[in-house]
């Protein structure tokens, strides 16, 4: 039987005042619901970045088409997202830092658009009606800007000595396409690159096409599994450029710089070991490809989660590749909701680490927990500055609270649980929000129902959100 359902969501109970609202504005303008803007910013839902995303839609795809020259330092393309929107829109806004917009079409018709500081506005020809699914076309072009963060680290478009490279937490992605820039939006991507011939063009997902013609190399990579933009990459240089694939089939892709390609060799080699290892602790893989990016030393000065193949700066050692192989789980496919949420990726590639070592005859977790909680402040003199639940601030989100004092929240709920309800924990959490966005107490609810009868309360209260350091027996 087809469907009779209408395509336009209305919403059925609306109060007279606002029908009335609404026929008068039928009569001001043509565009049948009268529409409110989305919003700038998710505001006090994630106060860390509070101009961050974006309301009244979602995103479901983006289709970047892009071509950078290093020479020029100048990107240009145009940026297609897909939306569906989750109210009656009169006006929209993308986060885009930077760079000069050319022209906008919404469902293929110019719409009229302005600026400030990162955002773009977009005032479509009618109204988006709540529920209908809808494109945004954005044509633009220029020198894409290095950002720093809160933190003193530069993201966004990094220049090279051969070509950019593009990293985006937690806000840097906006320096490349405009787009819904907050974790809690994720979507499917199709990206084409041209740069000149000779060079590489290096994304997320998988590449299924590549063509040269006129001196330039045109590159599409499609990732089809949902993606947060601050994962997006796009690493353009030299590299060599490796593909095999692991015993279970998976294709492995790395692009190594000429000059880390000795020191990357054997480290990156265990790559199917460490999947291998982390399947088995985590569950099922959630992408189609893994891989790497290793860039020359000093192009950034940090490793990054960038989804399907982490960013490193030079050759990453063995704790590295585990920490951002293990993110791929916790971060790239159990997303934060906000970015107060920050431990769930930190703490969890940290104590991946930490596992890691214990099952390969290392430390155990236990030692390494035993150490921090002792002579921890040694290392890292910040330790109990903050609990991890609540950073401090947007400064800290990559300070030792969120990873070492993380991870030590996930030990203590190991102790509480038990070895196997843990290690059950460790492949469930990341398969019960697969894909989705996950907060500190959708997972804190989680545990407390993995064990009705345990108390985590204490553990709560001092570890996750408690000021200073924690009595040691939770
Ligand atoms: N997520 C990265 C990692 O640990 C580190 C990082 C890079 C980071 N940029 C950041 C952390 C911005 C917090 C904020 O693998
Ligand atoms: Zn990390």
């Given at each position: 039987m087809p469907r009779s359902v209408p395509l336009v969501h209305r919403a059925p109970l609306v109060p007279t005042a606002l029908l009335l609202a609404g026929a008068l504005a039928l009569t001001a303008c043509d565009g049948g619901v009268h529409g409110t803007p989305g919003g700038s910013g998710l505001r006090d839902r994630d106060p860390?970045?509070?101009?961050?995303g974006n309301g009244g839609y979602d995103v479901t795809h983006y289709d970047l088409d892009l071509a950078y020259d290093p020479d020029t330092s100048r990107l240009s393309g145009t940026a297609t997202l897909t939306a569906r929107a989750t109210q009656n829109l009169s006006a929209l806004n993308l986060d885009l830092d930077g760079l000069d917009v050319e022209k906008v079409t919404v469902g293929g018709d110019p719409a009229r658009w302005n600026r400030t500081g990162r955002e773009l506005t977009v005032r479509p020809h009618d109204d988006l009606d709540e529920g209908r699914v809808f494109r945004v076309s954005v044509a633009y072009s220029g020198t894409p800007k290095t950002v720093t963060d809160p933190d003193g680290s530069e993201e966004g478009w990094l220049p090279t000595d051969d070509g950019a490279v593009a990293l985006g937490?937690?806000?840097?992605s906006a320096a490349w396409f405009p787009g819904n820039?907050?974790?809690?939006d994720k979507a499917s991507y199709d990206l084409t690159i041209t740069v000149p011939e000779g060079l590489k063009a290096v994304s997320n997902g998988e590449l299924t096409a590549s063509r040269t013609s006129g001196g330039r190399t045109a590159s599409h990579w499609h990732t089809a599994e949902p993606m947060a933009s601050y994962l997006a990459t796009l690493a353009i240089g030299d590299y060599d450029i490796h593909r095999t694939a692991t015993p279970d089939g998976l294709p492995v892709y790395t692009a190594v710089d000429p000059a880390q390609a000795a020191a990357s060799r054997k480290v990156l080699a265990q790559i199917p070991a460490v999947m291998a290892w982390s399947e088995d602790t985590?569950?099922?893989?959630?992408?189609s490809s893994t891989g790497a990016i290793v860039d020359r030393?000093?192009?950034?000065e940090y490793a990054l989660e960038t989804q399907n193949r982490p960013y490193f700066p030079g050759a990453p050692d063995t704790e590295t590749l585990v920490h951002e192989l293990a993110h791929q789980w916790?971060?790239?496919?159990?997303?934060?909701?906000?970015?107060?949420?920050?431990w769930l990726n930190e703490g969890f590639a940290t104590y991946a680490e930490w596992l890691w070592a214990e099952d390969h005859g290392g430390d155990s977790a236990q030692k390494t927990f035993d150490e921090l909680y002792r002579h921890g402040d040694d290392v890292?003199?910040?330790?109990?500055?903050?609990p991890p639940g609540k950073p401090?601030?947007?400064?800290?989100?990559?300070?030792s609270p969120v990873y070492q004092r993380g991870a030590m929240v996930l030990h203590q709920i190991r102790r509480q649980l038990g070895d196997t309800a843990f290690r059950a924990l460790l492949r469930d959490w990341p398969t019960t929000h697969r894909h989705g966005n996950a907060d500190t107490e959708d997972f804190t609810s989680y545990v407390e129902d993995l064990a009705?009868?345990?108390?985590?309360g204490p553990i709560w209260e001092q570890w996750l959100y408690g000021d200073g350091k924690p009595e040691r027996s939770a």
């Open positions: 860390y970045f509070p101009k961050s937490e937690p806000t840097g820039h907050h974790p809690s985590f569950g099922a893989y959630p992408f030393q000093g192009d950034a916790f971060g790239d496919s159990v997303t934060p909701k906000t970015w107060r949420d920050m890292y003199a910040d330790l109990w500055s903050f401090s601030g947007a400064a800290h989100l990559s300070d009705p009868d345990k108390d985590f």
